[in-house]
């Protein structure tokens, strides 16, 4: 059972543009919520995580919306660069760490940037 | 920040032989690691969790007999494949967290089996 669920799976926007990626989870044990980039043949890299006491956390280009009650949230890039051209995977987790809590994936979204 | 160092990044060895696979946080304890499995254009797959100087906690349908962590101290954990078969090709990637939480991937060890 899938308990949290990536949209859209693949996505091309033009430079400049703000691709937006969504995901939705089920258990609502989970109270982190980060989103991982990765490249080919690297490791996923934290780009930016949220708590469910907030509803919008922005870092630089990088925005992440939650919604509690349709237990939703979802990435902007703003202004993005042919350099985010990347995957990008949506998470959530009991607990941000330690002691077991092991994180719930999406199946990602490969982004493309056209220059 | 955070740093996790994993060894090595690609690996290529001949079916029937044992690989062993490294994962160093290298500037925190890290008492939780993490071994995730995952396949081209996929998504993470975890296949076992450990803590310092305990057994690892496998996911359901992962041999633990093919697969054996070890995380013997609060830096280093390895994964060896054993008797290592073309099926076991993959791309493995260690996750390690420590006492203020989060989550530090390593950059993954690309696996061949020929």
């Known amino acids: 059972q899938q308990q949290v669920k990536q949209s859209p799976q693949s996505l091309i926007v033009q430079k400049g543009g703000i691709p937006i990626i969504n995901c939705a989870y089920e258990?609502?044990?989970?109270?982190?919520f980060p989103w991982y980039q990765q490249f080919p043949g690297k490791g996923p890299a934290l780009l930016i995580a949220?708590?469910?006491?907030?509803s919008e956390k922005k870092e630089g280009r990088f925005t992440i919306s939650f919604n509690k009650s349709a237990k939703q949230f979802s990435l902007h890039i703003m202004d993005s660069q042919p350099g985010d051209s990347a995957t990008y995977f949506c998470?959530?987790?009991?607990?941000?760490?330690?002691?077991?809590?092991?994180?719930?994936f999406g199946k990602g979204t490969l982004l493309t940037v056209n220059p | 920040g955070a740093v996790v160092s994993q060894h090595p990044s690609w690996v290529i060895c001949k079916s029937g032989t044992s690989v062993k696979i490294e994962c160093r946080s290298l500037?925190?304890?890290?008492?939780?690691m993490f071994w995730y499995r995952q396949f081209p254009k996929q998504s993470l797959m975890l296949m076992a969790t450990?803590?310092?100087?305990?057994?690892?906690?496998?996911e359901q349908g992962v041999e633990k007999d093919k697969f054996l962590i070890n995380h013997a101290s609060l830096t280093l954990s390895t994964l060896t494949v054993t008797s290592a078969h073309p099926e076991d090709s993959s791309f493995y990637i260690c996750?390690?967290?420590?006492?203020?939480?989060?989550?530090?991937f390593g950059s993954g060890t690309r696996l061949t089996i020929v």
């Open positions: 996750s390690a967290s420590g006492p203020t939480g989060g989550y530090t």
């Open positions: 258990n609502t044990a989970f109270d982190y």
């Open positions: 949220i708590r469910p006491d907030v």
């Open positions: 998470a959530a987790s009991k607990g941000s760490g330690g002691s077991n809590y092991k994180l719930t």
């Open positions: 500037d925190f304890q890290a008492t939780t």
């Open positions: 450990s803590n310092e100087g305990s057994k690892a906690t496998y």
